[in-house]
């Protein structure tokens, strides 16, 4: 039995620099020459890379085994410290931590000389290594001064900095949005009381300049590119009469939808001038032919390579058409009937996204819909039964003013003027016999006699409007967000501070603005015959000598009345 270690190779052991002092060979070591030759011991790439993975093997077992025993003494020190006194804690923590000793400097590999040229002087025992590695199979007592050779000196771990802490920066860029939102809301509220105590003709100016930003925000979302042309170059070039004509029949349909309502609500105005006569009897043929023309210069903008762009364009404009301009004139008619049909609604709109807010922040935990993951059942809920309570004190506190149940006949009039007319039926308060064992009740707990209870029918026409505004209407909102995400997008602009566009804010107004009108002129207004529709029917429908006859035969009746016509 050999006295020296047993190696994986031989070259293993001659890059060690380790004589035993015997001559034997093993029989798997690569051959040497005689001792008379030279030497021709240079070991192979393969063997090389081996050896250097073995190294790096070794390396990384040592380090897991040096951190394990400095955790186990500094273990061992904190134990130790613990039945100690104050002193010997200190002075136990002020001394080092031993380190391994190092090996003595004869021990240490050296780099192997370059060949020399001399046969007989150069030694068979030095392998051309630039890095000392040490087998596994070498692991014994005789081979431990070895290792410590071959490891290299250790890095000190450095503590990594604190990441900064995000949720300070989050808390202060929500604090921010909240402030701005709620600024903004404020001032929304603020001027939207402003103008409806200026008059009626403001408020239609507010809601034309709401559709045409709504209406601008919708039809940016359709670019009209070509394909060919984006392959080329590198920005979207737009089909320059896309805007244009999206705008021009915005215009002839605002044109068309106004004026219905100017000749309608205004009659006693109209049918008076000459000239406004002569619009009003040929409103809808000019406005048909406007759109003809309209038609005509789509037709003639069509191109090649912008075909199928520019009729989706057509359709996107008439659709948002409908669903924009339709709807804002069905809210102006009624601002025209009169301001409460515009306001409470609007307001219970308004009360109803509120009162989702606070009680799904307080409430929330059962999402609604997937299409607006922040809406929750709890909320909805919330929400409707605060608006259903919120519209009786709402509008029975406007009903009391002549201004807000008025029809309007003046675009001027403002809520400073004296006003009067003669109310609707709905806005007349009634007596309801209660019955006699809950009338019998409420007089006991009272301490007065009650026999009749105060009422108005407007009051269920209040929770009819509330039902829809807290049940249906935030459906225009669940649409409106299935649009955004359609486009993936966040908000349709940036139009209001912290509320994002135009349409994030008027997408509930106008489902509540159109369902408002229509039951309005189906179970509430009351057909009158008025001046206006009369001078309406003298006008258009009688010829000049006719007109003359119906005034000569009023003066007589007038006279026969005993009433003195000049």
């Known amino acids: 039995m050999s006295s020296r270690a047993t190696f994986a190779s031989r070259t293993a052991y001659e890059g060690l620099q380790v004589d035993s002092g015997e001559s034997d060979t093993e029989d798997e070591l690569t051959p040497a020459e005689d001792s008379t030759g030279p030497a021709t011991t240079k070991p192979t790439k393969s063997a090389l890379k081996k050896l250097a993975k073995l190294a790096r093997i070794e390396k990384r077992e040592q380090a897991k085994r040096e951190k394990l025993e400095k955790k186990a003494q500094l273990a061992q020190q904190a134990q130790d410290a613990i039945g100690d006194t104050a002193a010997a804690t200190e002075e136990s923590q002020s001394e080092p931590i031993p380190e391994a000793p190092l090996p003595p400097p004869k021990d240490e590999p050296t780099m192997p000389s370059e060949p020399q040229s001399n046969p007989a002087t150069a030694t068979p025992s030095m392998a051309p290594l630039t890095t000392p590695v040490l087998p596994p199979a070498a692991q014994n007592n005789d081979s431990s001064a070895l290792k410590n050779v071959i490891l290299e000196e250790k890095e000190l771990p450095v503590a990594n900095p604190p990441l900064p802490q995000p949720i300070d920066a989050e808390r202060a860029k929500k604090r921010a949005s909240i402030i701005e939102r709620t600024t903004w809301t404020l001032i929304m509220i603020f001027g939207f009381i402003a103008l409806l105590l200026l008059g009626p003709g403001y408020m239609v100016l507010l809601v034309m300049a709401c559709q045409a930003l709504v209406y601008r925000e919708v039809t940016a979302l359709f670019t009209l590119t070509s394909k060919q042309e984006v392959q080329r170059t590198v920005g979207k070039r737009k089909d320059p009469w896309s805007k244009t004509l999206s ?68 359709c996107w404009v008439h659709m948002s058409l409908l669903l924009i301009v339709v709807s804002s004139h069905f809210i102006v008619n009624n601002i025209l009937e009169g301001m409460i049909w515009f306001w409470v609604p609007a307001s219970l709109v308004i009360c109803n996204d509120i009162f989702a807010y606070i009680w799904g922040m307080t409430l929330g935990r059962t999402p609604l819909i997937e299409l607006s993951p922040k809406k929750t059942v709890e909320g909805f809920v919330g929400a409707f039964i605060s608006t259903m309570l919120f519209s009786q004190i709402w509008g029975i506190y406007f009903m009391r003013f002549d201004y807000m149940i008025c029809p309007v006949h003046e675009l ?150 005993g009433i003195a016509v000049p």
């Not at 929770?463 to 955004?484: D, E």
Request: hydrophobic share 45%; net charge positive; proline share 3%.
């Open 412 to 561: 001027g009039a403002n809520a400073f003027n004296s006003l009067s007319c003669t109310p609707n039926s709905v806005f007349v308060w009634q007596e309801a016999t209660i019955p006699g064992p809950v009338a019998s009740a409420l007089s006991t707990l009272l301490g007065r006699s009650i026999t009749t209870l105060p009422w108005c029918p407007y009051q269920i026409h209040l929770l009819a409007l509330a039902f829809f505004a807290s049940v249906v209407a935030p459906f225009g909102g669940f649409f409106a967000s299935g649009f955004k995400r359609a486009f993936d997008i966040k908000d349709f602009g940036h139009s209001i501070p912290g509320h994002g566009g135009m349409t994030d804010r008027m997408d509930c107004q106008f489902l509540m603005g159109v369902f408002t009108y229509v039951y309005y002129s189906s179970l509430i207004r009351q057909l009158h015959v008025t001046v206006g529709s009369l001078l309406q029917t003298i006008v258009s429908g009688l010829t000049t000598e006719q007109q003359l006859e119906l005034v000569a035969d009023l003066k007589i009746y007038l006279q026969g009345q």
């Open 247 to 314: 705008w021009y029949f915005f215009a002839v349909t605002n044109y068309f939808l106004y004026g219905e309502s100017i000749i309608y609500y205004f009659k006693h105005v109209v049918f008076i001038d000459r000239q406004l006569t002569t619009f009003a009897n040929n409103h809808r043929l000019s406005s048909f032919s406007l759109y003809t023309l309209g038609i005509m210069g789509f037709v003639m903008s069509l191109k090649k390579g912008y075909l199928k762009q520019q009729f989706g364009l057509f």
